[in-house]
């Protein structure tokens, strides 16, 4: 229990879960050694350049191959895919991570995957709906995807091109090894018309650790 003076350590909000690896991996060693070799591997590929000094410079036509995607619930009731209304607030102490795994509670649930490039050009949205129909036979309502928000960005085209969000289906509404290899295609086929084994041309895609990510086909 706590007592009455140690009462401003605690807050009244929703929990907030962060992974045990996770809180475990960050120290600054760790993310200092991230950031060494992440400039190694870009300046090695031809996505940046190193001054004299060490310092590692990005072009802008380098930022807009580089892309970062993730992917996140999609929810109509403010729960993040638990069941129920609203998440409850829960009694938490300020500034103390809680280890732990966030779990889907619910039976169903689709997903949308976004991101942008290193330029700040928002990558087209891409919803994966989900389906308990055979896979020959997963299809989606039209009505469904009208009125999906479109994005405008350069990527690897020569000027400004606005691009429509996409759709997959699979059983679970989420990432795999499909459905990932599907949005890659799509992304590189619509964004970087011009990619390339070379130079100047090769295209960075960051993603997280998730279903899907070590299939080779990917």
Not at 7 to 35: C, G, H, Y
Not at 44 to 57: H, L, M, N, P, Y
Not at 128 to 143: V, Y
Not at 201 to 213: A, F, S, T
């Amino acid at each position: 229990f706590f007592r009455k003076e140690n009462a401003a350590l605690l807050d009244l909000s929703k929990e907030q879960v962060i992974e045990m690896r996770r809180l475990i991996w960050t120290t600054p060693e760790n993310l200092n050694n991230w950031f060494d070799e992440w400039g190694l591997f870009c300046v090695s590929k031809g996505f940046a350049t190193r001054t004299d000094q060490g310092e590692v410079i990005f072009s802008e036509t380098q930022k807009r191959r580089i892309i970062n995607i993730d992917e996140t619930n999609l929810s109509l009731d403010g729960s993040d895919g638990g069941r129920g209304g609203r998440p409850a607030c829960t009694i938490t102490i300020k500034h103390c991570q809680r280890p732990g795994t966030a779990q889907n509670k619910a039976g169903l649930s689709s997903s949308l995957m976004c991101g942008s490039n290193a330029a700040g050009e928002a990558m087209p949205l891409h919803v994966m709906f989900s389906s308990k129909a055979e896979e020959e036979n997963m299809a989606i309502k039209l009505s469904w995807i009208a009125g999906l928000p479109s994005v405008s960005g350069q990527f690897g085209h020569d000027d400004v091109q606005t691009f429509p969000a996409s759709v997959t289906v699979n059983e679970k509404g989420g990432t795999d090894a499909r459905v990932l290899r599907q949005v890659l295609m799509h992304y590189m086929v619509t964004l970087f018309p011009d990619a390339a084994d070379v130079e100047g041309k090769r295209v960075l895609i960051k993603i997280d650790g998730g279903p899907g990510r070590l299939d080779v086909q990917s």
